[in-house]
Structures are given as structure tokens and as C-alpha cells.
């Protein structure tokens, strides 16, 4: 069930919020529960019961490790967490991967297993492993409801595509969070902005990059129309998402972290990983790159550390060597800048330094976004055959032209410039008050413009909803 749908606008999400204010406070986490196994139960009901097993053996080896803090069972019980969480991504994510590579290495005919992925596995195994680590490292208390713990993994607002939600983060929220008004319309505002993100430009994005890439009549500025729709499209869809689970945390009483901030306004890819998939990157900084001894090693081992932190984190997003491909180049890219590279692009001109991290990403979504080698050489190619390809064709233009409105309201909405005009607006004395009038007005017209647009539309994709 996506949020952007009308069974999850207007029959799943009123009823869970009608039940979960009308119940006692004590039972809050139970309705919480209860109405995240049915969202997931309503995608993917074959695979609820790996959700609820992942979760129980997650809480069973924290209380293992709780009980024996400093002895050989807690750290028994960490590397079954750990290893059994890593199995059954390893199964379900990557058994047919592994099996094309053996069979092409091996020139073997091994039969692919055609395993369905669960749906935000990706998400809730890293969830359930930093929990145990952090009991481990005595940084998160041990939970003891299997009810509470339970609801923490299996949170509807977060749990088919992040964020990653650390347990120490909302744990005392899990035990008793403040509800009040002014938080949930603040929350409901949020969750609007980011359907709205979703669906009237990532939507709209992902239209031109299919009809870009399909083109009948190739052209450099096809080849460009397809690559800066995808780059955008991800970042709305992605952070539209984000935006969502946020706002429905904030109406059920969380606080969940920010997962963008703003990231193609970087002036170098150092600075871009701070703002792009925060809570990813700092998973993948917590528990890989600070387990392998970070930056506190010879250069040799810190260079192997990047290595494979960005190798896990183009594994991570996908069974496909492209996404393997995806994340050592900016493995690379990073320990270039960290030697000697970000000190010089900090001297540059903020527009230079700028261009060069949004080229850079630019190729990088290229690699995420085709799967094959001679693919992404062809389609990098064409973006500078100005020489063998027309520079446009009444193809390329008529697109152009469809779309400039929503490639135009897509760059400035990924930049802070609205976001900075609003809180002046609310910061000086004659227009907060009509801001604050404003703004309800505003969402509510969001709201229903969405929702006018997913009646009239079949093409509503998430980009990492099987992440």
C-alpha cells in the first residue's frame, strides 16, 4: 500500500488515526502494531511472517545480551543477530544474483529461485541489527515488550522505505510521546508536502524519463531530458517519501531525523553523502566504517574501509553489479576529495564547485539508473555526441516543452529557496499572521489536487519501495 494511493488517504490512514486517539494511551503501541502488520499484511501478505520473526529474534538476542552484558552469551548472541540478519537478506535479496555470477563464472545452468524481495527488508533488518549492536554497546536500553519493540520495527511510516530509524532515537517515545495539536498539523502539513512532491512532480518526472529513454528519434538533448528527470525524480520521489514518514510520525507523537537536506545545492560529493540518504549514511558510518576502525588506521586500511562501505552501500540498494559499480565510484570520488581534492574545491567559486558535484552525480545516476555496462557507456556517450547525434529533434523539443513547467518548479523546489522565503515570511511581524492563515489553505489545496491526480492516473511507481 503506498501512501500515495486513495485505500491508504482515505480508508487505512482516517480509521488508524480515529482508533489510535480513541483508545486508552496504554494501548496506543498495540493499535500502532496491529495496524502495521496489516499495512504490510495488504503488499505482501506471504512475507509478514518474516517480518514478525526478524523482530522476535531481534528482541530475544537483545534480552540474551541485556542479561549477559559483558559475557561470551551477549556476544554469542550479537553474532547470531547479526548473521542471521545478514542470511536472510542474503537470501531474499540476493540468492539469484549470486546464482547468475556462478553460473557465469562457472558456466553452470544453476536454475534462478524467483524469490519475491519483502517488501522493506533492506530497511527493518538494518533497524533490528542496530538495535541489537546498540545494546551490545550499551548505547540503547534493553526493550522488554515484545509489543512496544515490536511496533518500533514494524512502524507503518517508515517501515517499506526508511528512513532508518535508529531504536535510541525514539526509544523514550516508545515508552511515552506528547500529542498535541499544533504537532499534528504540523505533521499533517508535512506528510501533504511530500505526497504532493510525490505525486505532482516525481510522478510527472518519471513520465519524461520513460518517454526520454524510449525516444524514436535520439538526440543530445533527449539524452539530457531523460538523465535530469531521473536525477530529479528520485530526489522528490525519495525525499517526498521521507517528507511522508516524517509528517505521520509527527502525527502518531515521533520525531523522527531528516533523511535530505537539500542535497544537489552541494559543492562537493563529501558534502552531498551528508545531505542525501542521511540516516543510510550514517547507518553504513555507525556500524561498518567506525567497526573497521574508520579513519583511526593507516591510509592503507582507511582506504580499504571506504572500499567497502561503498561497496555494502551499492550492494545495499540493489542485486545488480550497476549498483555495485554505483557505490565504488563514489568510494573513490570520496577518498580523492579527503586527500586532497576538497581543500582546493573549497577555494573555487561556489558556482564552479556546484557544477562539478552535480556532474559528478549526474554520471552517478546514469550508473544507478542502467543496468549494463555497454548501456551506460551508450547512454554517457550520447550525452556528448553533439558531433553524431542531432543537438535536438521536434521530438526532444515537443518534450521540452511538455514538461518545463515541471522541470522548472522541480529545480527550484530542490533548492532552499522556497523553504528560506516562507520562514522570512514567518519571521516578519506584518506577514506571519497571514502566513499562518495561509499555509492550512494551502495544504488542503495540495490535498486535493493530489488526490484529483491519483483518481485520473495509473502511473503512481516508488523508486525504492522494494529497497
Known amino acids: 500500500m503506498l501512501f500515495s494511493s486513495i485505500p491508504f488517504l482515505y480508508y487505512f490512514l482516517p480509521v488508524v488515526i480515529a482508533v489510535y486517539f480513541l483508545v486508552p494511551r496504554k494501548l496506543r503501541n498495540v493499535i500502532l502494531l496491529l495496524a502495521s502488520l496489516f499495512f504490510y499484511f495488504y503488499g505482501e501478505p506471504k512475507y509478514v511472517v518474516l517480518l514478525v520473526f526478524s523482530s522476535l529474534m531481534d528482541f530475544t538476542a537483545s534480552r540474551v545480551i541485556g542479561?549477559?552484558?559483558?559475557?561470551?552469551a551477549a556476544k554469542a548472541a550479537l553474532a547470531f543477530s547479526v548473521t542471521m540478519n545478514l542470511l536472510i537478506l542474503m537470501f531474499f535479496k540476493y540468492s539469484d544474483f549470486i546464482i547468475a555470477n556462478i553460473n557465469s563464472l562457472l558456466g553452470s545452468s544453476i536454475p534462478a529461485l524467483g524469490i519475491p524481495l519483502p517488501l522493506?527488508?533492506?530497511?527493518?533488518?538494518?533497524?533490528?541489527?542496530?538495535?541489537?549492536?546498540?545494546?551490545?554497546?550499551?548505547?540503547?536500553?534493553?526493550?522488554?515488550?515484545?509489543?512496544?519493540?515490536?511496533?518500533?520495527?514494524s512502524m507503518?511510516?517508515?517501515?517499506?522505505?526508511?528512513?532508518?530509524?535508529?531504536?535510541?532515537?525514539?526509544?523514550?517515545?516508545?515508552?511515552g510521546r506528547t500529542h498535541s495539536l499544533e504537532g499534528f498539523a504540523s505533521g499533517a502539513g508535512r506528510f501533504v508536502i511530500g505526497l504532493g512532491k510525490k505525486v505532482l512532480i516525481a510522478n510527472a518526472l518519471g513520465e519524461l524519463n520513460k518517454l526520454a529513454l524510449t525516444a524514436k528519434d535520439p538526440s543530445v538533448l533527449m539524452y539530457w531530458l531523460a538523465i535530469i528527470a531521473f536525477m530529479l525524480q528520485i530526489y522528490f520521489d525519495?525525499?517526498?517519501?521521507?517528507?511522508?514518514?516524517?509528517?505521520?510520525?509527527?502525527?502518531?507523537g515521533f520525531t523522527f531525523l531528516e533523511n535530505f537536506n537539500y542535497p544537489y545545492i552541494s559543492k562537493s560529493i563529501t558534502e552531498f553523502w551528508r545531505r542525501w540518504h542521511i540516516s543510510m549514511g550514517t547507518w553504513f558510518r555507525e556500524y561498518v566504517y567506525i567497526s573497521l576502525g574508520g579513519n583511526r588506521v593507516s591510509k592503507l586500511k582507511w582506504v580499504r574501509n571506504i572500499a567497502i562501505v561503498w561497496f555494502c552501500t551499492g550492494l545495499w540498494h540493489g542485486s545488480s553489479w550497476n549498483f555495485?559499480?554505483?557505490?565504488?565510484?563514489?568510494?573513490?570520488?570520496?577518498?580523492?576529495?579527503k586527500l586532497f581534492l576538497y581543500e582546493w574545491l573549497q577555494k573555487l567559486p561556489a558556482v564552479l564547485s556546484r557544477f562539478y558535484c552535480l556532474f559528478i552525480v549526474m554520471i552517478s545516476f546514469v550508473i544507478f539508473h542502467i543496468e549494463t555496462a555497454q548501456g551506460i557507456f551508450d547512454f554517457i556517450k550520447g550525452l556528448f555526441s553533439f558531433s553524431s547525434l542531432p543537438l535536438a529533434t521536434t521530438e526532444s523539443l515537443y518534450y521540452l516543452d511538455s514538461y518545463k513547467v515541471v522541470l522548472i518548479a522541480a529545480v527550484i523546489g530542490s533548492t532552499p529557496l522556497l523553504k528560506n522565503?516562507?520562514?522570512?515570511?514567518?519571521?516578519?511581524?506584518?506577514?506571519?499572521?497571514?502566513?499562518?492563515?495561509?499555509?492550512?489553505?494551502?495544504?488542503?489545496?495540495?490535498?486535493?489536487?493530489?488526490?484529483?491526480?491519483?483518481?485520473?492516473?495509473?502511473?503512481?511507481?516508488?523508486?525504492?519501495?522494494?529497497?
Open 156 to 175: 507503518f511510516p517508515q517501515l517499506v522505505a526508511g528512513p532508518v530509524v535508529r531504536y535510541q532515537t525514539i526509544a523514550n517515545q516508545i515508552k
Open 120 to 153: 522493506g527488508i533492506s530497511f527493518y533488518t538494518f533497524q533490528t541489527m542496530s538495535y541489537t549492536i546498540d545494546v551490545y554497546r550499551g548505547e540503547a536500553e534493553v526493550q522488554k515488550n515484545p509489543a512496544d519493540f515490536m511496533a518500533y520495527v
Open 324 to 337: 555495485v559499480i554505483w557505490g565504488l565510484y563514489f568510494g573513490v570520488l570520496l577518498v580523492i576529495e
Open 238 to 252: 525519495f525525499s517526498g517519501y521521507s517528507d511522508m514518514a516524517i509528517g505521520l510520525g509527527k502525527i502518531f
Open 421 to 467: 522565503l516562507v520562514v522570512k515570511a514567518r519571521e516578519h511581524t506584518g506577514l506571519s499572521a497571514a502566513v499562518k492563515s495561509v499555509y492550512p489553505v494551502f495544504t488542503a489545496a495540495l490535498l486535493v489536487i493530489v488526490t484529483a491526480y491519483l483518481v485520473d492516473s495509473s502511473f503512481n511507481p516508488f523508486l525504492y519501495f522494494r529497497f
Open 67 to 72: 542479561r549477559y552484558k559483558g559475557r561470551g
